[in-house]
C-alpha cells in the first residue's frame, strides 16, 4: 500500500468491553511501533517490534494491553476491560528496518471509552 | 526515566517572521528525529540527526543537534500559513527502541 493504514478510525466502546485495533504497515517494513496520544500531548511510546517479536513493550501501561504481529507484517493492538483513561488516538508507524529509521505513521484510531 | 522537553509551548508569530524552538532531553541521545503534526492529521518526519553538533537544512528549516546529544532545535525561515502544525522531536532512550517524543510546539502564523 502507499502508507500505514489502521482501522478503524473511530471506535467507541463502552467501560469494561474488549477492543482490537488494526494496524497495516507499509509493505517491506520490519519495525512496527504503537503509540497512543491524548490531546495537546506528544505520542506516548507502547511497543515496538522487529519482524513478529516484541522488542520492546515497557510503554505497555498494564496487562490490559497487548500487542501481537504474528506474520511481522499486520499488528493488532489488543485492550481488555477497557477504561475511560483509555480513552485517546492510538497511532501505529513503521520503520524499514531498526529504531533508527524514520517513522512512517498512520493517520490513527480514536478510541473513546464511555 | 527520561523525558523530552520543548520550548516554547505555543509560538503566534506573522506570516514571514521566524520560529525557533528547542528541544532538551533529560539524558543523551543516540540520535533525534523532527515531526510536524497538521491539526487532527498524524505526525510526519522532517529529518533525523545523528551526529553531534549536526547542522541540517532543509529549505527554510534548519536543524541542529547539540553537542552533547541532549538538545536540539528548528528554526524556521520567514514562515508561511504552510508552517502551521505541532512540531515534535523525539529520540530514542539509549540502549533501547523506546521513542520518548517531546511536549511538542504549537505554531500558528498570523497572514
Known amino acids: 500500500g502507499a502508507g500505514v493504514s489502521q482501522t478503524p478510525s473511530n471506535k467507541v466502546t463502552e467501560k469494561g468491553k474488549y477492543v482490537e485495533l488494526r494496524c497495516d504497515p507499509i509493505?517491506?517494513?520490519?519495525?512496527l511501533y504503537w503509540y497512543r496520544q491524548s490531546l495537546g500531548q506528544g505520542p506516548e511510546f507502547l511497543i515496538y517490534?522487529?519482524?513478529?517479536?516484541?522488542?520492546?513493550d515497557s510503554g505497555l501501561p498494564n496487562d490490559r494491553f497487548f500487542a501481537v504481529r504474528p506474520e511481522g507484517s499486520v499488528s493488532t493492538l489488543k485492550i481488555q476491560r477497557t477504561e475511560r483513561g483509555d480513552s485517546a488516538v492510538y497511532l501505529c508507524?513503521?520503520?524499514?528496518?531498526?529504531?533508527?529509521?524514520?517513522?512512517?505513521f498512520g493517520p490513527g484510531t480514536r478510541l473513546t471509552v464511555l | 526515566g527520561q523525558q523530552v522537553m520543548q520550548i516554547p509551548q505555543y509560538q503566534h508569530v506573522q506570516e514571514g517572521e521566524d520560529f525557533t524552538t528547542y528541544c532538551n532531553s533529560s539524558?543523551?541521545?543516540?540520535?533525534i528525529q523532527w515531526y510536524k503534526q497538521r491539526p487532527g492529521g498524524h505526525p510526519v518526519f522532517l529529518i533525523q540527526?545523528?551526529?553531534?553538533?549536526e547542522v541540517k537544512k532543509q529549505k527554510r528549516l534548519t536543524f541542529q543537534f547539540g553537542e552533547a546529544k541532549k538538545n536540539s532545535s528548528l528554526h524556521i525561515t520567514a514562515t508561511q500559513t504552510t508552517d502551521v502544525g505541532t512540531y515534535f522531536c523525539?529520540?530514542?532512550?539509549?540502549?533501547?527502541?523506546?521513542?520518548?517524543f517531546g511536549t511538542g510546539t504549537r505554531l500558528k502564523v498570523l497572514a
Open positions: 508507524a513503521s520503520s524499514l528496518r531498526d529504531r533508527d529509521n524514520e517513522q512512517f
Open positions: 509493505s517491506g517494513h520490519t519495525a
Open positions: 517490534f522487529q519482524g513478529t517479536g516484541a522488542a520492546d
Open positions: 539524558t543523551t541521545l543516540s540520535n
Open positions: 540527526l545523528v551526529k553531534s553538533g
Open positions: 523525539a529520540g530514542p532512550e539509549w540502549g533501547t527502541y523506546k521513542y520518548i
